[in-house]
């Protein structure tokens, strides 16, 4: 697509649930990135999917997150058994090699209640 | 990952006034990039800026990856302008570390 596309833009929920959160990159960009923004704060580091290659995870807080990517397509977040303090905006960003200019989707602002 | 220190963490600027932002690395840095994050959280990529300088309209953006700094430039600023500036590089890998961002607010 012409820009990364994140969905949902907004998900409430309750604590103890599963979501999941989808990010779809510009096509064309082997690289794909996520990361955490806590209200009023920088961006935080969680996972990278570079192509065929192993993931770096070493950003993921905790077990209980997860994502992955097939190929060079769609990813997904998923946040299991969530807690108040995994509210955020979970931002995706995709680009045409590792490191270089990053486009950054809309984001998906997650509330646990 | 690298430290990066934004300068100054607010800013409040009248229409039209020019202003500079900078950002300090605490180590060589590759992939230099400058983003602004709307009021409404879009980030947009303002700059992909590793070395020298570039200029986008009423903006530029200088690196010197010697001395380990950036400078945004925004000249004859507009309310449009305001929002959060981050600046991020990477060091010999491919993750972004974020400064914690300039927030600036433009008065009409």
Same mark, same amino acid.
């Given at each position: 697509?012409a ?5 949902? %833009?907004?998900?409430?929920t ?7 959160l989808?990010c779809?990159?510009?096509?064309g960009?082997?690289a794909?990135y996520?990361y955490?923004q ?17 993931p770096d995870? %070493?950003g ?7 994502a992955?990517?097939t190929?060079?397509s ?5 946040i ?6 995994? %509210? ?7 680009s ?5 200019m ?12 | 990952g690298?430290?990066?220190?934004q ?15 900078r ?8 992939n230099? &990039?400058?983003?602004?994050?709307n009021?409404?959280g879009?980030?947009?990529?303002l700059f ?6 570039k &200029?986008n ?7 010197? @990856? ?16 305001s929002?959060?500036?981050?600046? @991020?590089?990477?060091?010999?890998d ?5 400064? @914690?961002?300039t ?6």
């Open positions: 697509g820009g990364v596309s994140q969905s949902p %833009s907004n998900k409430v309750e604590k103890g649930k599963d979501v999941e989808r779809d990159p510009i096509s960009h082997t794909l996520w955490r806590r209200l009023g704060q920088g961006l935080e580091f969680l996972i990278y999917f570079q192509g065929n290659s192993a995870k %070493s993921l807080p905790s077990d209980r997150f997860s992955e990517r190929g060079e769609v990813s997904t977040l998923t299991q058994r969530t807690q108040q303090e995994d %509210s955020a905006v979970y931002l995706c960003a995709s045409w090699g590792q490191g270089k990053y486009t950054f989707g809309s984001g998906t602002r997650l509330t646990v209640v | 690298i430290q990066v220190e300068s100054p963490p607010d800013l409040i600027l009248q229409e039209g006034a020019n202003s500079t932002l950002c300090n690395f605490s180590d060589s840095v590759n230099l &990039q400058w983003f602004h994050q009021p409404w879009q980030l947009i990529n992909y800026i590793p070395s020298g300088t &200029q309209g009423r903006l530029s953006a200088t690196t010197v @990856a010697t001395e380990r700094y950036s400078l945004l430039y925004i000249s004859s600023s507009q309310t449009t302008d929002g959060v500036y981050f600046c @991020a590089g990477t060091t010999n491919y993750k972004l570390s974020f400064g @914690a961002g927030t600036v607010t433009v008065r009409a």
